[in-house]
């Protein structure tokens, strides 16, 4: 039996302050060989942080990191076998798109015959061949982005950062991108980190994901995971959108004390006299806004009990007919989509 | 009941009744005057009184002095820069493009650590002291400094005192007993003329050099870094060639600074004069306007060849 490969990238309670800010708070995680694993979080929760910790940019204060099993403390990056995409592509402007290409094996004097031969290939792998004479300053954005890609690509690093690699791109080329980003990434069969702001980025994309919060893991796991059962009242508001019923509600609605959260697309609006089956919940309110947005419509329901839920209701199909603000509304659903909060 | 109450400002034909008002709104649909409006007395400027005057220079290179009445020709001809090319005149174009050239490449060295460690390394606070030291000499007279750097490297001056104090007056001796740059004392070297043109334009070498430096993101010396790059390889290969056109602006200043002066050496050095010396001697005293001219075109001329050489190294490609 082969012995298990050690894991890409391995945090053991790692911290990083800067002057008073705890940019990450002894935080520890895996990230296994050949894994998309994204770290989603708002900005200043320390994803960054972490990523150029891996990058070796920065030096942890406390913790140990490993890259395959082999601790990089005091190693700076240009001997780490990780390459970074950056958030700002971070081109060279007097260099050919070739050239940026190029860099990392003139760095490392390889023959220009075959550093011209890789770059090329690299290039019509990112879908660029024939661009390499240009300035990075005559490209597209995303075009930009393609050139940063390869030229981390061409060292055949063992991890790849990527620092919100699609945050400058507009939506329909973000959703291109996306797609085109997993496919090479399976193709390459190289472990990504990927850092991201973008839930849905986050959830698209990665095997397994990080939601962090203030420095600190909120939650890991796979995005159906995360989504499904969120773990903390941060990861129900961050991840989605997510009713958060406090302990107090949580009483008056179903007789326990115990914070939940549920996703609105798990409440239906339902007739007044509607039976409720076994083991479903039901409460009744006032609609006080309907957003339509194509899809679905999106209703928040004042309850008797207090509070405010969101339904979300998809259009066509079963949906009823639409209803407008001030009507009367009952909400049902199942207890077991529940996912109670810590 | 609404509660935004309706715009009161005047729409349509109403809003133009005050001349400020049409003024504005003749501005406003015609760009291209307001353009012209803004532009012409600077264009004016630069055309009359700068072109202008270089032009008139250029002019006046090509007339002569005739030898017997020390009147001057209105004839074109290439007399004057014949004369130019006399040994004595030759000599002065040589000693000051030297001297020019080392001022310039010492300025560089000494600028170069100085603004990088302002904008990489020192704090906000550090910086704004740094700026403050830099242009601060900036603020005084020129006059007063050059005497006092006159004084400073006076036989009797400071420099020789600290010398003799920390045992190191043979090494002075030394440095002044070499050939060329020597003299009896720093003040009366041309060495000593060297320090107080250093000492006089390393602000202008300083503040491009910083103001390129900013412009270098943090992310591409990263970048460099993350694909292999030791700091050595990522200076030469990264930093300096987006740093060379700062180099090259100061370069301009610090170059052309000294070609042009009379003040410094004239006060500090040796007897022998630079070209700056030498046109203020003809174009006065010796009321040979036409060889003032010329010489004046020398430093226009070497300027144009520093600068194109610069553009073929590609020392604008960056910009």
């Known amino acids: 039996m082969a012995p298990a490969l050690p894991a890409a990238v391995r945090f053991s309670g790692v911290s990083r302050s800067f002057g008073d800010v705890r940019a990450i708070d002894r935080v520890s995680f895996d990230v296994a060989d050949g894994e998309f694993f994204a770290l989603l979080g708002p900005s200043g929760s320390g994803k960054t942080t972490c990523l150029r910790l891996i990058a070796g940019f920065e030096q942890p204060d406390a913790g140990t990191i490993e890259i395959y099993g082999e601790s990089v403390a005091g190693v700076p990056p240009y001997e780490r076998n990780v390459n970074t995409v950056f958030q700002d592509y971070a081109l060279f402007p007097h260099m050919t798109v070739a050239e940026n290409v190029e860099y990392g094996l003139m760095i490392r004097k390889v023959p220009p015959a075959e550093r011209r031969r890789r770059a090329g290939e690299m290039l019509e792998m990112v879908k660029l ?73 986050a959830l698209s994309m990665s095997d397994r994901l990080i939601v962090f919060d203030h420095g600190r893991i909120e939650q890991i796991g796979p995005p159906a995971e995360i989504y499904e059962r969120p773990a903390t009242t941060f990861v129900a508001g961050f991840v989605g959108v997510s009713n958060v019923v406090d302990a107090e509600l949580a009483r008056r609605l179903t007789g326990t004390a115990q914070a939940f959260s549920i996703r609105p697309e798990r409440i239906r609006l339902v007739e007044d006299a509607a039976p409720i089956g076994d083991g479903a919940l039901s409460a009744k309110g006032v609609i006080v806004a309907a957003v339509y947005l194509g899809a679905a419509t999106r209703y928040t329901v004042q309850l008797a009990a207090g509070g405010q839920l969101l339904v979300l209701e998809q259009s066509g199909g079963e949906a009823g007919p639409a209803r407008a603000t001030g009507e009367p509304a009952r909400l049902t659903w199942l207890r077991r989509h529940h996912q109670p909060l810590r | ?75 074109l001809s290439l007399a004057t820069y014949g004369e130019l090319l006399t040994a004595a005149n030759l000599d002065i174009v040589v000693r000051t493009t030297v001297m020019a050239s080392a001022v310039t490449v010492a300025a560089a060295l000494l600028a170069f650590p100085l603004a990088y460690f302002m904008v990489r390394r020192a704090s906000l606070r550090l910086k704004a002291i740094l700026y403050l030291g830099v242009v601060l000499p900036l603020w005084s007279s020129y006059l007063v400094r050059v005497y006092s750097w006159k004084l400073i490297l006076a036989k009797e001056g400071i420099v020789t005192w600290l010398a003799e104090r920390l045992g190191l007056g043979w090494l002075l001796e030394a440095v002044l007993a070499l050939p060329g740059v020597g003299g009896p004392s720093l003040s009366t070297a041309y060495l000593g003329t060297f320090l107080v043109f250093l000492y006089m334009w390393l602000p202008f070498m300083v503040l491009p050099i910083v103001a390129a430096l900013e412009r270098v993101p943090r992310s591409l010396l990263e970048a460099s870094a993350d694909l292999g790059a030791r700091p050595a390889q990522t200076f030469r290969r990264v930093i300096a060639p987006l740093v060379v056109p700062g180099v090259v602006a100061g370069s301009i200043f610090t170059f052309s600074l000294t070609l042009g002066d009379y003040i410094i050496p004239g006060i500090i050095g040796g007897s022998q004069p630079f070209i700056g010396q030498a046109v203020y001697q003809h174009q006065g005293t010796a009321g040979n306007i036409p060889l003032a001219a010329a010489l004046t075109v020398v430093p226009i001329a070497i300027m144009a060849v520093y600068l194109t050489m610069a553009r073929r190294l590609g020392a604008f490609e960056a910009l």
Do not use: C
């Not at chain 1, 791109?169 to 980003?181: H, N, S």
């Not at chain 2, 649909?29 to 264009?43: A, K, S």
């Not at chain 2, 630069?46 to 220079?57: E, N, T």
């Open chain 1, 129 to 201: 061949a024939g661009l390499g004479d240009r300035r990075p300053i005559q490209l597209s954005g995303g075009q930009r982005q393609r050139v940063a890609l390869a030229r981390a690509l061409i060292n055949r690093p063992r991890v790849l950062l990527l620092d919100e690699p699609l945050g400058a791109l507009d939506l329909k080329l973000r959703e291109q991108m996306q797609v085109e980003l997993k496919g090479l990434q399976r193709q390459v069969g190289i472990t990504f980190i990927y850092v991201t702001h973008d839930q849905g980025e």
């Open chain 2, 1 to 75: 009941m609404n509660p935004v109450a309706p715009s009161t400002l005047p729409v349509g034909p109403e809003a133009s009744r005050s001349p400020l008002h049409r003024l504005s709104t003749v501005l406003y649909l015609r760009p291209t005057l307001l353009l012209m409006l803004l532009l012409g007395p600077p264009l004016l400027w630069l055309g009359v009184i700068y072109l202008g005057a270089l032009a008139a220079l250029l002019v006046q290179s090509f007339f002569y002095i005739d030898d017997y009445s020390g009147v001057v020709v209105r004839r």
